[in-house]
Structure formats: C-alpha cells, structure tokens
C-alpha cells in the first residue's frame, strides 16, 4: 500500500477529492436516514391488528332517510347474516381496525384521579364480537347476552362491563390481572368492571406517528348494540370465502330491507392495503430518490475518477514504465478512493446522526439505529469501489511506452 | 546483457503499417556505455522502448540479461523492468505531485522493499546525485538539471543491470548537459551499462561506442570497429 504518497498527492489536488467526500457523506447521510424510514413505515405496514384479517368482511350500512325502530331493523340484519352460509358469525360496531376512524376514551382508575391513567380506542360489540373478530381471550370471560344493552345515538347508558386488550390491562394494572377490577371512564362517569382480557387488538388508526401511534394496542370493547342510523356490519367468513360471503351477504341485506345504502364492503385485508396506501407511496418515493443518489454519487466518482486518469495519463505512463503492474495501477485509484470514502462516511456517519435528530426534534421521528449508519458507511464505500473500477481499468491500460513518447 | 538479433517493429495506423525497426540487430555488454545516434525518426525511441519492454515486438528475439523476454505476459514484463531496468527520459518524467525522495520511492514501492531498505537506497542514490539536500523539493522547484539528476537517482535506486536514456541532456542546456553527462560516464566507471540515445555527436563520442541507426537499421560505422564486432556477434 502506497498511502503516504497517495495522501500527499491530493493535498496538491484537494478540490476534486474534497467534493466527491462531501458528496459521499451527504449521500450516506441522507441514504441512512431515509433506509431507516423505510425500514420503519415497512414495519409499520405489517403490524397485526389482532383480528383474522383474510376472513373478516366489513359492510358499511347507511339506513335512509330517518330510520324508525332501528333495534328491531339491526337484530333482522344480524339474524339474516348470521344465517347465511358460510358466516362464521357477525356483529356490528361503531368502527373496525385499520379504518382509521373512530372514539378513544380516557381511563383513570377512580374518579378523583386527576390525570387519566390511559387512553384506549372504543369498540362497540356484541357477546358476537370475539368469536367475529377472531381475538384471543387471555384471562376472564366474553360478554354475556345480558351485558350487551342498547345504544342509540344521543344516549349515554354506562357499560355494564367492558373487555381491554392485554396492552391496555398493562397500562392500567401493570403486573396484576386485569380481569376483575374496574376503570372509570370520563365520558361515560362511571366505574365498570373489567369482565375479560383479548391478546391483541389495534385501535383503529394506523399513521406513522398519528392519532393512536401513542396507544397503538390499547383497545377496549363495550357491550352494546349498536342501533345507529350509520354503522358497520363485521362478518367472519368461513376461511377463503370472504368475497364470496360479502358478495352474498349484500344481496341478503338489501333484500332484507331495501332503504339502506351499502357505501362500501371490504375484508380486512382490503382495509390493510389501504390504510397504508401512503406509506407504500412514501417507501416507493424514497426508494426512487435514494436509488436516484446512489446513481448521482456513482456517476460523480466514475465522472471525476475519469478525469483525473486523463488529467494523470503521463504519470501512469511513468508509473508503468517503472514497473507498475496494471494491478497496482488499478489499486492505486481504489486506495485514493478508499481514503476519500473513508474520511467521507466518518463524515456522513456524523451527518445522519445530526440529520436524523433533527428530524426527532422536527418530526418526532424516531432516533436512527446507529448500525443504520455503518451499514450505510460499509455500503458507500462499496459503492465508491464499484465505481471507481472502470476509470481504474480505463488507467490500467494506459500503455507504459506513453513514457518515452509524447514529451 | 542485451542481445537483439533480426528484430523488427511494425505500428499499425489503420491501414498504414511502417516498420519502425527492421533486421534490428545489436548486441550491448555488461558494463558497456554505447551511444546510439541517428537521423529523426530513423527509429533510435523505438529501439530504447523495446529494450525497456515498454512495448513488444513484431518479429526477431530478444534476450535481457541472459533471458529471452519474447512471450512474456504484461506482469513478468513490468517486473523484469521493475527490477533490471533504470529509464532516464528527455522529458525528466518526475511526478510533479511527489517531492524528491517520494519519486524515487516509487519503483522501489513496486518492487516491495520494505520501508528502511527504501529509505537507505532513496539517501544513497540522491547521494549518488549529489541532491542530498533537496529531497522534500517538488520538481517544480528545482532546475532541470537537478530534476534529470533527480530522475537518474530513480533509476538508479532500485540497482538496475541496464540503464536506458533518450537523449537525458536534451532539455537542458550546454552547462546543465555536460554536469549531467558527467554524471552519466561516473555511474558507468563504477559498473553501470548504459544505453543513451543522443543527437548530440560531442556527447555521442564520450561513450565507449557509437551505434548508429539510419532507417530502423544499425548501419555499420567503418571507423568504429567494435560496431562490426557486435554486428557479428548478433547474427
Ligand atoms: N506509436 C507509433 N505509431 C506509429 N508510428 C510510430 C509510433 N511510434 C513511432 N512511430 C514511427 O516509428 C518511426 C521511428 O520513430 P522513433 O520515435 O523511434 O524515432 P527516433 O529515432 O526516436 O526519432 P527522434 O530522433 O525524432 O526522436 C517513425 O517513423 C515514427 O513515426
Ligand atoms: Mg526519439
């Protein structure tokens, strides 16, 4: 290894070496920090939402106009799906995971607690909700049929009894069983007691850092029926019936009772798909934009590399004359190279660690995982390598009679 | 120690092929200090080129301090100059990124001296030159006599068992010329084979012997006998 007359030799040639540094440790920088991202909105895409997605069918029902006697007109519904074959079971609610809508509810322990101990999403269910849904009871018990009361819009009739989620029964009674004891619901004012605990099930909200981001599995069920001019309607199809089913059971609601509007039916993994439609957008845009950089920086080092090998065709000339091999031609650039991208990406290493918090500080994005940052360091100078190797091979073919020749 | 026999050179220019040497013969001891001389273009670069194995050659053999050089790959080339060829050019050829002792470092990097034996034979050889002082200059700061002793000095580090020169005084001027020619004539006292191609017929006649070259050819120079002498011993 020649390093010593490598490095003196471009501190006679600064310019070019410091721009393709600074060039490599804006694009490890930016490149670290936007893998990161991807990384996590990927991540974030695959979370599970508790429930058996691939066979669970969402109806949106709108009654029309002013709907009379809607308690009767709900259990006909619930009657005709829960009839229909290949229905595994069925229920309504006031919302579903991955809709990206609906309540949350502030707990605290007893009402003269001044700050609340958690907030949860609120969903509406029936003794019908686990077994659709497909949650994982853990300790306690389902809703019992006498539980379940009515709900109409406008009132506030305190829950009998509510089901939380594993997550939530942390946050309230961390290291004790849930089951048992009770919460005080703001809203509602109103102690219930805590009939049962689901393994798993993600509140409705499904942003990268959005509404719900703080208490992503902190979800709660209320025993109601849910007797609502606007609703939805979740099925439990038989395993890979689901469109089938929600085909079926369209027909089946409106020939039930033609004044509704049935705005839009889906399964859950329908749902999935678009609720992180953006995310997918983003991962591809950053994709493309770091793809793009890579590109940019490649092209930069082939492009400069190129120059310096013609600027320098006379001294390689020289050196082949003095015995260089076209080896240690070809190592000569990947060492002056290899000096660059080192200096760079300790640079940019620094870079993404300051990029990135500013984005914490900016964006309340999350702190970048430091192997992010070497594996973007080991990746740029990889790629510097790479790129270096045909403005190398072009030098390394520099015939050594150059020497004698043109004077 | 360099034998050439019928050797000859074509370049290829598209269609054009011209012979730059042709029956090239001629045959140089160890220890010898020759002098080759002819018209422009009569082939005398060409001549040093191949016998640095810079370049290869068309037809005829070749043989460099006993072995025969025709076939080797491009690596074993680069080592054998490496190793047994010193190269001093018109033009100086020093690197003007690198000071002084850092070129002559350069062929003796290649040949994978370790750091002290380097730094011994950099001090001896800018000894030899008389630059002792001067090995942190870059060429830009030195004469052009101190950068072709410099360039000698480079040639001469890594003990090379021929040294090659084309026309070394020929972009200095008279004074700069004789301290370098001096230079030259004191290394082959000591030992060194020397090969100088020269326009220069007063510097031509301080070798041992002139060779000189007319058309790619050696033409025999009746008052040199030698030449005769090594015409016969090539063939
Ligand atoms: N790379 C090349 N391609 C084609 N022809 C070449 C090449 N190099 C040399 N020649 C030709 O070979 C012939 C000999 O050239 P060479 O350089 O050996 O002459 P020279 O004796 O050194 O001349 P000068 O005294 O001017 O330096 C010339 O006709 C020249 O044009
Ligand atoms: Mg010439």
Excluded at chain 2, 14 to 35: K, M, N, Q
Aim: aromatic share 6%; proline share 4%; with cysteine.
């Amino acid at each position: 290894m020649e390093l010593g007359p490598i490095i003196s030799a471009m501190r006679r040639n600064k310019v070019g070496a410091i721009v393709v540094g600074v060039q490599m440790a804006i694009t490890l920088a930016i490149l670290c920090n936007a893998l990161f991202i991807i990384e996590q909105r990927v991540a974030l895409g695959k979370r599970p939402t508790g429930t058996d997605e691939a066979n669970i069918v969402v109806i949106t029902n709108q009654w029309a106009g002013h709907p009379t006697d809607l308690a009767a007109k709900l259990q006909g519904d619930l009657a005709a799906l829960r009839s229909m074959p290949g229905v595994v079971d069925a229920f309504a609610s006031n919302t579903y995971p991955l809709s990206n809508g609906g309540s949350s509810l502030n707990l605290k322990l007893n009402p003269e607690q001044r700050e609340s101990t958690a907030q949860t999403a609120l969903y509406i269910a029936d003794e019908h909700g686990l077994q659709t849904l497909g949650l994982k009871l853990i300790a306690g018990r389902n809703f019992t049929a006498d539980e379940v009361l009515d709900r109409m819009p406008g009132t506030n009739v305190p829950p009998s009894a509510v089901i939380v989620t594993r997550a939530l029964a942390e946050k309230l009674f961390p290291g004790k069983n849930a089951a048992g004891q009770s919460v005080y619901s703001e809203y509602q004012k109103t102690l219930a007691p805590i009939v049962g605990v689901v393994d798993k099930l993600q509140v409705p909200w499904t942003q990268a850092g959005g509404f719900g981001s703080k208490f992503n599995d902190s979800s709660l069920l209320e025993p109601y029926r849910h007797e609502a001019p606007y609703g939805y309607y979740l099925v439990h199809a038989q395993p890979g019936q689901a469109v089938a089913v929600m085909k079926a059971a369209e027909k089946r609601l409106i020939e039930v009772n033609r004044a509704r509007v049935l705005q839009k039916s889906q399964t859950l993994t329908e749902a999935r798909a678009e609720a992180y439609k953006d995310d997918r957008g983003l991962v591809i845009i950053l994709g493309v934009v770091c793809a793009a950089l890579v590109a940019v920086t490649a092209f930069g080092i082939v492009g400069l590399t190129s120059y310096w090998v013609a600027q320098r065709r006379r001294q390689i000339g020289i050196r082949r004359a003095l015995g260089a091999t076209r080896t240690a031609i070809i190592r000569y650039f990947q060492t002056e190279n290899f000096l660059i991208a080192a200096v760079g990406s300790i640079g940019g290493i620094g870079l993404a660690l300051s990029l990135n918090l500013w984005m914490v500080t900016a964006f309340e994005m999350e702190r970048l995982d430091t192997r992010y940052a070497l594996i973007g360091a080991v990746f740029v100078l990889l790629l510097g390598q790479l790129a270096v190797l045909w403005p190398a091979l072009k030098a390394a073919s520099i015939p050594p009679a150059l020497a004698t020749r043109a004077a | 120690m360099l034998k050439m026999t019928h050797l000859s050179k074509a370049y290829r220019t598209e269609v054009v092929e011209t012979f730059a040497l042709r029956d090239f013969s001629i045959h140089v001891r160890e220890g010898e200090f020759v002098a080759v001389t002819g018209p422009s273009g009569s082939g005398k670069t060409t001549f040093l080129t191949i016998a640095g194995l810079l370049e290869e050659f068309s037809g005829g053999e070749y043989q460099l301090d006993g072995a025969n050089v025709r076939g080797l790959n491009d690596n074993q080339r680069s080592k054998l100059r490496n190793e047994k060829i010193g190269f001093i050019f018109q033009a100086f050829n020093l690197i003007a990124d690198l000071n002084v002792q850092d070129n002559i470092d350069v062929p003796l990097r290649y040949r994978g001296f370790n750091g002290a034996e380097r730094r011994r034979r950099i001090q001896e050889a800018l000894g030899r030159v008389g630059l002792s002082a001067r090995s942190r200059h870059y060429p830009a700061e030195l004469s052009g006599g101190q950068q072709q002793r410099v360039a000698i000095a480079r040639a001469l580090a890594g003990s090379p068992r021929l040294l090659l020169a084309d026309e070394p005084t020929g972009n200095l001027d008279t004074q700069m010329a004789r301290g370098v020619m001096d230079l030259l004539e004191e290394l082959h006292r000591d030992g060194a084979t020397i090969v100088m191609v020269t326009h220069d017929p007063e510097l031509a006649v301080r070798a041992q012997r002139e060779v000189h070259i007319v058309d790619g050819q050696v033409v025999d120079m009746a008052p040199q006998p030698r030449l005769v002498e090594a015409a016969q011993a090539g063939s």
